[in-house]
T-cell receptor
Framework: DAKTTQPPSMDCAEGRAANLPCNHSTISGNEYVYWYRQIHSQGPQYIIHGLKNNETNEMASLIITEDRKSSTLILPHATLRDTAVYYCIVRATNQAGTALIFGKGTTLSVSS | DAEITQSPRHKITETGRQVTLACHQTWNHNNMFWYRQDLGHGLRLIHYSYGVHDTNKGEVSDGYSVSRSNTEDLPLTLESAASSQTSVYFC????????????FGSGTRLTVV
């Protein structure tokens, strides 16, 4: 699996958009980008995933650059409850069932 | 509703003792995983299973073992507990072919004294 690089921490004001970057410059053509988050003391929670098109769901949007070497997770209106560690993970589709390997992620702090 | 449960939530054990952490899921997922989480290390994969009687080693498997005798359960055993195994342990499950659908348990906090 390709490696990912994320900033260790970010701050965001409540109500503003939180944009979390992820670099995956060695990503292969069959690898998806997945985002999970972990709120303090809880198990990680799936947010969103994508291959090359931008994706949106009720939680967030995922913007993947055209060359697929980086992506951005967008929380459009961050709330205090979005304070968490956010993990960007790259994994190939032909590894169905292969365990996710988590890096250290980005700690997002949302303040009022 | 389907769920994944871990027990106990908290456990204190002595160095050298064998301890088993339970993980039970009612999602009927084929894949199950064990992770540990320590400050400064994030989540690290211990063992995982793709189905009954299948087990695989992860990143930090030394000192741990698992067995999969049915779909619902993947118990994690510490053969001889060490202080370095003090950690929070998370179990997860997923359906084959659905890499986005990982469901995690609430975790077990294990302290080895």
């Amino acid at each position: 699996d390709a490696k990912t690089t994320q900033p260790p921490s970010m701050d965001c004001a409540e109500g503003r958009a939180a944009n979390l970057p992820c670099n995956h410059s060695t990503i292969s053509g069959n690898e998806y980008v997945y985002w999970y988050r972990q709120i303090h003391s809880q198990g990680p929670q799936y947010i969103i995933h994508g291959l090359k098109n931008n994706e949106t769901n009720e939680m967030a949007s995922l913007i993947i650059t055209e060359d697929r070497k980086s992506s951005t997770l967008i929380l459009p209106h961050a709330t205090l409850r979005d304070t968490a560690v956010y993990y960007c993970i790259v994994r190939a589709t032909n590894q169905a069932g292969t365990a996710l390997i988590f890096g250290k992620g980005t700690t997002l702090s949302v303040s009022s | 509703d389907a769920e994944i449960t871990q027990s106990p939530r908290h456990k204190i054990t002595e160095t050298g003792r064998q301890v088993t952490l339970a993980c039970h899921q009612t999602w009927n997922h084929n894949n199950m995983f064990w992770y540990r989480q320590d400050l400064g290390h994030g989540l690290r994969l211990i063992h995982y299973s793709y189905g009954v009687h299948d087990t695989n080693k992860g990143e930090v498997s030394d000192g741990y073992s698992v067995s999969r005798s049915n779909t619902e359960d993947l118990p994690l055993t510490l053969e001889s507990a060490a202080s370095s195994q003090t950690s929070v342990y998370f179990c997860a499950s997923s359906e084959s072919g659905a890499p986005y659908g990982y469901t995690f348990g609430s975790g077990t906090r294990l302290t080895v004294v």
